[in-house]
């Protein structure tokens, strides 16, 4: 089945850093999702992306659908505490929503 | 987005007993999924749940074990049967909504079987 690379699996960072992290996959998307998710919490969608080539910004928060659509990346600029989470990304299949592919996440920690 | 609430938001079972979880929606949905997400690990579809019949399930995952209800638009329920500790996890559900059906997930139900 189809399987997403998410890359790094951790970071530990000084706040004000920025940050970059990207998932790859064998398969192409149609739609290329980035979640946040605090502990004891749901996913809370952070962006969304709908073309190959697609650079979409969300106040810090910075992603991009790869042109082969089979990768995306997403940055944060000048990290703050409240940046700690687990960031997964997931790609979409089909147009008409549905079933979400996830990646296996990306833990932050943001040193004050 | 719409507004999403899970009951419980977390139980301590036994193993073999059942717990059926809810998931409430404020609005209508023509979409809603149930994930599961155990300890440390990504998130994986069980199931699709379908208004008026029967759930689509994903590889991995069967009816018997898992079933579901879908009544309306606006409600499903998920249940664990016969619980073992591997079934130990947080359930989330989602739903699909807005031009481009993106997803939004519930608190989630975290499930702990001794």
């Known amino acids: 089945g189809q399987q997403l690379n998410q890359s790094p699996q951790s970071m530990f960072i000084q706040e004000g850093e920025d940050v970059s992290m990207n998932c790859t996959s064998s398969?192409?998307?149609?739609?290329w999702l980035w979640y946040k998710q605090d502990p004891g919490e749901g996913p809370v969608l952070l962006i969304a992306l709908y073309k190959a080539g697609e650079l979409t910004s969300n106040g810090r928060l910075t992603a991009q659908f790869g042109i082969t659509r089979k990768d995306s990346f997403l940055n944060i600029s000048a990290s703050i505490p409240s940046d700690v989470g687990i960031y997964f990304c997931a790609g979409q299949l089909g147009n008409q929503g549905g079933k979400l592919i996830f990646g296996q996440g990306t833990e932050l920690s943001v040193k004050p | 987005s719409a507004v999403i609430s899970q009951k419980p938001s977390r139980d301590i079972c036994q193993r073999g007993t059942s717990l059926t979880i809810q998931c409430q929606v404020d609005?209508?949905?023509?979409?809603m999924f149930w994930y599961r997400q155990q300890p440390g690990q990504s998130l994986t579809l069980i199931a699709t749940?379908?208004?008026?019949?029967?759930?689509?399930?994903e590889s991995g995952f069967v009816i018997d074990k898992f079933p579901i209800s879908r009544p309306n638009l606006t409600f499903s329920t998920l249940t664990v049967s016969n619980m073992s500790p591997e079934d130990s996890s947080i359930y989330l559900c989602?739903?699909?909504?807005?031009?481009?059906?993106?997803?939004?997930f519930g608190p989630g139900t975290r499930l702990t079987v001794l």
């Open positions: 398969s192409i998307f149609n739609t």
């Open positions: 749940a379908n208004q008026g019949s029967e759930a689509t399930y």
């Open positions: 989602s739903v699909a909504q807005g031009e481009n059906n993106e997803q939004f």
């Open positions: 609005s209508q949905v023509t979409m």
